[in-house]
């Protein structure tokens, strides 16, 4: 039914039984922890995402066929969380280098310099608008969050 993972394992799983769930983590972990790699190339990124798919697998544990096999589904999921990281990345790094990139030419004239005052203080507005833990971990959803608070202004 799913390779080797027990069908009682996986309807406990599906049920809430969070030793059943730490059984499929720990069958998969190092899996996922190697595809999310492959996706993003970095070490920590990964890590972060591959628990994400964990998260989002265990919340979505209602939806699965227990009819198919568990890997697929999960592969499935895994892959969109890291193709939604680099998305969001993407928009980032556009983001960074559109308005975060220091120019000396934004403060050579007073117009430049004030147009260059004006998008920092709108940034350090945005980040200040984060949460705590925002501001100190889980990189990934602080660029997210950031990059929505920062959505609506025209850079």
């Not at 996986?10 to 190092?30: C, H, L, P, Q, S």
């Not at 544990?61 to 227990?66: N, P, Q």
């Not at 499935?76 to 790094?93: D, E, Q, V």
Request: net charge neutral; hydrophobic share 40%; charged share 30%.
């Amino acid at each position: 039914m799913n390779g080797d993972i027990s069908g009682d394992t996986i309807i406990a799983w599906k049920n809430g039984d969070m030793e059943a769930f730490g059984r499929i983590v720990k069958m998969y972990m190092k899996t996922a922890y190697s595809v999310a790699l492959g996706y993003v190339g970095n070490v920590e990124d990964a890590r972060d995402l591959s628990q994400d798919a964990f998260i989002a697998v265990y919340r979505a544990r209602k939806s699965f066929d227990v009819s198919k096999p568990f890997f697929p589904w999960f592969y499935t999921i895994l892959r969109n969380i890291c193709l939604n990281f680099i998305k969001s990345r993407r928009k980032l790094k556009v983001l960074s280098e559109d308005v975060l990139e220091f120019r000396s030419d934004d403060y050579e004239t007073p117009g430049g310099y004030a147009s260059y005052s004006e998008r920092a203080g709108i940034i350090w507005e945005a980040l200040f608008k984060l949460s705590p833990e925002h501001r100190m971990s889980r990189l990934y959803y602080a660029r997210n969050r950031l990059y929505e608070l920062l959505e609506g202004f025209d850079f």
